[in-house]
């Protein structure tokens, strides 16, 4: 109960601080959101947080920890897979599914979306693991 009453009391006492950060990260939210209206992927708004889920499978993803790594090598940006956040029988759920985050400057965010709009043609197979040993039989 003592986190609720410390809440509790920062709503009562806020002098609009709370506010203007729920203000700040929602504006910063819709500014990626549209950001990615000119890119393949289908962002959805969030209801809070600091995240926008995006589906990335126009852009030839069907696995979102490849896409996470694919697209900083392509475009320059760094998303997170959320299948990482899944029990192993849900994720499938999000396999196609990026995560972006929007606690960034405006600017950065606008880039993000012009880089991930640049994105015209379906990555490349995965090259072969030059690592693995070949299979002799």
Same mark, same amino acid.
């Given at each position: 109960?003592?986190?609720?009453?410390?809440?509790?009391?920062?709503?009562?006492?806020?002098? %609009?601080? $709370?506010?203007?950060?729920? &203000?700040?990260?929602?504006?910063?939210?819709?500014?990626?959101? !549209? @950001?990615?209206? /000119?890119?393949?992927?289908?962002?959805?708004?969030?209801? %809070?947080? $600091?995240?926008?889920?995006? &589906?990335?499978?126009?852009?030839?993803?069907?696995?979102?920890? !490849? @896409?996470?790594? /694919?697209?900083?090598?392509?475009?320059?940006?760094?998303?997170?897979?959320?299948?990482?956040?899944?029990?192993?029988?849900?994720?499938?759920?999000?396999?196609?599914?990026?995560?972006?985050?929007?606690?960034?400057?405006?600017?950065?965010?606008?880039?993000?979306?012009?880089?991930?709009?640049?994105?015209?043609?379906?990555?490349?197979?995965?090259?072969?693991?030059?690592?693995?040993?070949?299979?002799?039989?």
């Amino acid at each position: 109960r003592p986190a609720a009453t410390v809440l509790r009391q920062a709503r009562e006492d806020d002098d %609009g601080y $709370y506010r203007g950060v729920r &203000d700040d990260f929602r504006d910063r939210a819709e500014t990626l959101v !549209a @950001a990615l209206a /000119d890119t393949p992927l289908h962002a959805h708004m969030p209801e %809070g947080g $600091y995240f926008v889920m995006a &589906d990335a499978r126009a852009l030839g993803y069907d696995d979102d920890t !490849a @896409a996470c790594l /694919d697209l900083p090598v392509r475009v320059g940006v760094g998303a997170i897979p959320p299948s990482a956040f899944y029990t192993p029988e849900h994720r499938h759920l999000a396999r196609s599914w990026i995560r972006l985050a929007f606690c960034k400057p405006r600017p950065d965010l606008l880039e993000a979306g012009r880089r991930l709009a640049s994105l015209t043609d379906p990555p490349a197979p995965p090259s072969p693991n030059v690592h693995e040993e070949s299979d002799p039989a």
